[in-house]
């Protein structure tokens, strides 16, 4: 998100075989914190546009004119049936439509609500824990299995747990947020259908049915090319054999809403994480990597260097007897280390500069 930097490798013993030179951290400029910011405003800014516009469109939209006796429309509409449709098609295409829209939009937006997610949840995640602690087993989770069904459980066990007002927000959000994009396909799919073309119809004298828009009435009689008409007779709707496919002005209105909020909620979450988090400001954002590193070293000073002949099933027991950790960074003149471990004490020495970093010893 942020490019790529130079990477100082070191000769390690013989052969080809190299090491990362000890990095001294620096902070990010303010002109690409001043850029995320103005995209992150664009897109929330974007998505609430789309939903008013999508609202105005219901409300400007002019009501059916039922002339008449003719009051029965067809078809009968309400808030969550397709009302804007689009084309004249057979069966097969329309659903080809309806499934290209519900893989490529809803797998798409719910994959880019994913990694937006995988990343800020990360930022917020490294700024409470430069002041709380939180298990192991839940960090690793967040880290690693970010919108997992299995995750969500040790979330709320978190937010019901003892942690600052901070840390209980963020984690219901992250429940919140998880629960929206892991079902957001279908809500997607919720917004978009096809429906059967469907012509107004009125019986004839003859028995048969002819087209309302054919027919000329006055008082209570009716006649038409195709015959006299009496009384007041009620409309019919006769599906034809083509179809149309489009939106649910009703579902849309309700998705994107849903969508705004969301979108304010990780703008909210992003705008305070880079703006407290000392992690984020010097540079030292999470990631896989980085994530797999932090937890490996937490565990072995936790469960000691011989665990490589234990299963899955063991680690995971003896991981979920571990106490709290949280990040600490210490400084010693120019040199210090960052860790993930158990009664922490503080992340200041992030705000020190010339500081290089290394392997605690």
């Known amino acids: 998100m942020m490019g790529s ?4 490798l070191l000769p390690v013993g013989t052969g080809n075989r190299t090491t990362l030179a000890p990095k001294t951290l620096k902070p990010i400029t303010p002109k690409k914190r001043t850029l995320l910011t103005t995209l992150f405003i664009l897109g929330s800014v974007g998505m609430t546009t789309l939903w008013l516009v999508t609202i105005l469109m219901i409300l400007l939209e002019p009501a ?3 002339d008449g006796p003719f009051a029965n429309p067809c078809p ?13 098609m057979s069966y097969n295409d329309a659903k080809l439509i309806d499934a290209i829209w519900n893989l490529g939009i809803g797998r798409g937006v719910q994959a880019l609500a994913g990694w937006m997610s995988y990343k800020i949840f990360g930022m917020a995640m490294l700024r409470i824990m430069q002041q709380d602690q939180i298990t192991i087993d839940l960090y690793a989770a967040i880290s690693f299995r970010t919108l997992s ?5 040790k ?13 209980r927000m963020l984690f219901i959000w992250i429940i919140i947020s998880s629960i929206y994009i892991l079902a957001m396909p279908t809500l997607l799919d919720l917004m978009t259908g096809y429906i059967t073309k469907q012509s107004a119809m009125v019986p004839s004298s003859n028995g048969g049915l002819v087209p ?3 027919v000329n009435y006055s008082s209570s009689q009716f006649f038409s090319s195709h015959g006299w008409i ?5 409309v019919t709707c006769v599906p034809e054999s083509e179809y149309q496919w489009g939106f649910s002005l009703g579902w849309t209105i309700a998705v994107l809403g849903t969508l705004m909020v969301w979108s304010w909620g990780m703008f909210g979450l992003w705008f305070d994480a880079q703006k407290n988090g000392l992690f984020w400001q010097m540079g030292r954002r999470s990631g896989l990597y980085r994530n797999i590193l932090d937890v490996a070293n937490a565990l072995e000073d936790a469960l000691g260097p011989d665990t490589c002949a234990y299963n899955d099933d063991e680690l995971t027991t003896a991981v979920e007897k571990l106490e709290p950790v949280g990040f600490e960074a210490v400084a010693n003149g120019t040199t210090g280390f960052i860790a993930l471990r158990h009664d922490p004490v503080g992340c200041s020495a992030l705000r020190s500069s010339g500081v290089e970093y290394k392997r605690r010893e």
Do not use: H, K, N
């Not at 069904?149 to 459980?153: D, N, V």
């Open 230 to 234: 009496y009384g007041p007779s009620g």
């Open 64 to 66: 059916p004119i039922a």
């Open 212 to 214: 309302l828009q054919t």
């Open 149 to 153: 069904i299995l995750t969500i459980p």
């Open 155 to 167: 979330v709320v066990l978190a937010a019901i747990s003892r942690c600052s007002w901070r840390g």
């Open 5 to 8: 930097e130079q990477v100082e």
């Open 76 to 88: 009968q509409l309400t808030a969550f049936t397709v009302t804007l449709s689009f084309g004249s």
